[in-house]
């Protein structure tokens, strides 16, 4: 007798309980399927359940951060501030769960460990760390883009007695710093963020450096009640202004035409201090060749140099501070007094762009001979991004072909939305999409729609499997990179070339531009899903 447990059948099996996890959910059971969602977390929120570091908070505002599918949500939901908080996002997301009832069909504190497609019953094989065996028609990754943390391997980690906290991992109960001397590694937005507020509470704080990042600020303040009021006046037009910008935000901002090298020093010095003055992402939008032109971008990044050193008093950090690479090529950072921060007397900045971390002590992190006695440290080192949390769980297309293995040499997707061998398997802005560099939330609602909808069209047209063709994949590929290919954003090692990481194959993941992406899928759906083969 076989006394294996037997396998539980779910029209579909999502992975992960984000804000992309959590709407793919409420579609498929409003389309009347049986879903079960698996969460390694112990609730839901996914980015912001996990990225609990101080000062953590959205550089997309509020009001564009947020879903737009049900008209009474958007209604009753009140943000406080330009940007929320994470605790507040967090609420915002918990709120949902219940107000839509979620949870009960998440099991939490699961790790989806394997997913293996089975050709004869055209269904996937999931596997958890926590024993569950189930099998689904469909399988939706909603492991996020942003989700499975980069620790690098510094030399003695093991030797150092004080404890060590990713920002990406950041324990619940909080951490208080009153007379700590800290060290944190990275200076991305995480530790940007956070920084400013550990530099208040720590007695002395380290910050190792290897590349400067721009910032520019978040100008972050209390929502005004009037202005929450105009947008939900008409809240169904302000998201679909905002899907018509190029990145999905910033549709009600004011609006900056002209090539930055055609303006006058006068006309971009006034432009530039107007999108400071503005704070946050918006200062790309300046001039329209800021991504395009190495003059136009140059004359951007120097301009936010010499701002930088109006800020730092001394000199030596100013030039630490002021970046070298093509501005916005890394992700612009948005900050709430990051540079000013370095005029406190208990925070010094460390270089180590020459001479790398040689190695954590017992006490402390030692760079060129030198060591720096520290309590504790922080990772700030970012992500694995948009292909880690997928590569980490094992999957398995038709013939036991391994994503792995097919993403070898950088992923391959159609639309980033779903893999030639693979059928039946979503991924919610995968690689190919432009999930990272576009407003995440609309983005999401977007891919659920098109997942939703296609898996109803299956239904009614009588079809087991989809599954995307490989020349369709193929072409994509090559689409998405003759886009970056005409960017700037291939010339610094960012993390979306995977360069942060090493080993990682150097390939540009995003799509560039959503209402193309968008109008792209719509175009896909029309041809009568255009590139796929269904059976
Ligand atoms: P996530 O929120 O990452 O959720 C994925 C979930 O999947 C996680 O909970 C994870 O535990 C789970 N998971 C992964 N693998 C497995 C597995 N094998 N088994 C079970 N569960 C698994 N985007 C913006 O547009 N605007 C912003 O202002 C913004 N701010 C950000 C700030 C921070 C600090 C970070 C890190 C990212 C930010 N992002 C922002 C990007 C952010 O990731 C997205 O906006 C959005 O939250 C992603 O939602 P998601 O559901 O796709 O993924
Ligand atoms: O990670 P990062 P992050 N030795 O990869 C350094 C989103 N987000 O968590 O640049 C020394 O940007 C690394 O140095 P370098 C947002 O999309 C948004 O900060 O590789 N240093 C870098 O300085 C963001 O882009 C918000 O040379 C090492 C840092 O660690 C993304 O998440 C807030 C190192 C990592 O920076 C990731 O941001 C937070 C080493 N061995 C996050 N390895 C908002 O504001 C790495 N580094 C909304």
């Known amino acids: 007798m076989n006394d294996a447990p037997q396998p539980?059948?779910?029209?579909?099996?999502i992975v992960g309980a984000g804000f992309a996890g959590m709407y793919m959910l409420h579609r498929l059971r409003e389309c009347g399927l049986s879903v079960r969602v698996f969460e390694a977390g112990g609730d839901v929120g996914g980015t912001w359940y996990w990225n609990r570091y101080p000062g953590a908070r959205c550089d997309v505002e509020s009001m564009e951060y947020s879903y737009q599918f049900s008209a009474e949500l958007q209604q009753e939901w009140e943000w406080s501030e330009r940007y929320a908080t994470q605790p507040e996002i967090l609420d915002y997301a918990s709120h949902v769960a219940d107000r839509f009832g979620l949870r009960s069909d998440i099991q939490f504190d699961t790790?989806?460990?394997s997913a293996h497609y089975h050709e004869a019953s055209d269904c996937w094989q999931i596997e958890t760390d926590a024993g569950d065996s189930v099998s689904a028609r469909f399988c939706i990754m909603a492991t996020g883009c942003l989700s499975s943390t980069n620790t690098p391997d510094f030399n003695g980690m093991q030797d150092f007695q004080g404890p060590v906290y990713h920002t990406?991992?950041?324990?619940?109960?909080?951490?208080?710093?009153?007379?700590?001397?800290?060290?944190?590694?990275?200076?991305?937005?995480s530790a940007i963020q956070s920084i400013p507020i550990i530099a208040?509470?720590?007695?002395?704080?380290?910050?190792?450096?290897?590349?400067?990042?721009?910032?520019?600020?978040?100008?972050?303040?209390?929502?005004?009640?009037a202005e929450v009021r105009s947008v939900k006046t008409d809240y169904a037009n302000f998201r679909v202004m905002n899907y018509a910008m190029p990145a999905g935000f910033g549709a009600t901002k004011p609006h900056h035409d002209g090539l930055a090298i055609d303006a006058t020093e006068a006309e971009r010095n006034a432009r530039f201090a107007t999108r400071w003055e503005l704070g946050g992402l918006g200062f790309m939008g300046a001039f329209e060749d800021l991504m395009l032109n190495p003059d136009a971008n140059e004359l951007a990044a120097e301009w936010t140099r010499a701002k930088i050193r109006t800020i730092v008093e001394d000199p030596i950090t100013a030039e630490l501070l002021a970046p070298r690479q093509t501005i916005g090529c890394k992700r612009l950072c948005v900050d709430t007094g990051y540079y000013a921060t370095y005029n406190r007397g208990n925070v010094h900045l460390v270089d180590v762009s020459e001479t790398p971390v040689d190695r954590f002590t017992a006490s402390g992190i030692e760079v060129a001979d030198r060591e720096y006695p520290v309590d504790c440290i922080i990772l700030a080192t970012g992500f694995d991004a948009m292909t880690g949390a997928l590569l980490s769980i094992d999957i398995r297309g038709r013939a036991g072909l391994s994503l792995q293995d097919k993403w070898a040499a950088g992923p391959l997707t159609y639309l980033g939305l779903s893999v030639h061998g693979f059928p039946n398997l979503f991924t919610i802005c995968g690689p190919g999409s432009p999930s990272v560099l576009s407003n995440m939330i609309p983005s999401i609602e977007q891919h659920v729609n098109w997942i939703a909808d296609c898996i109803v069209h299956m239904s009614t047209s009588g079809r087991i499997a989809i599954e995307c063709e490989?020349?369709?994949?193929?072409?994509?590929?090559?689409?998405?990179?003759?886009?970056?290919?005409?960017?700037?954003?291939?010339?610094?090692?960012?993390?979306?070339?995977?360069?942060?990481?090493?080993?990682?194959?150097?390939?540009f993941m995003p799509h560039i531009g959503l209402p193309s992406y968008i109008e792209k899928c719509e175009d896909v759906v029309q041809k009568g899903y255009d590139g796929f083969a269904f059976y």
């Open 8 to 13: 539980v059948k779910f029209d579909a099996v």
């Open 111 to 113: 790790r989806v460990a």
């Open 168 to 189: 990406g991992e950041w324990p619940h109960e909080g951490i208080d710093f009153t007379g700590k001397r800290v060290g944190i590694i990275g200076t991305g937005s």
């Open 200 to 225: 208040e509470q720590a007695d002395e704080l380290w910050v190792f450096q290897r590349t400067a990042n721009y910032s520019v600020p978040a100008h972050n303040r209390p929502l005004d009640a």
């Open 470 to 507: 490989a020349q369709a994949e193929a072409d994509w590929v090559t689409y998405v990179n003759s886009i970056a290919d005409m960017t700037l954003y291939p010339t610094c090692n960012s993390w979306y070339l995977g360069a942060n990481v090493p080993g990682k194959p150097r390939v």
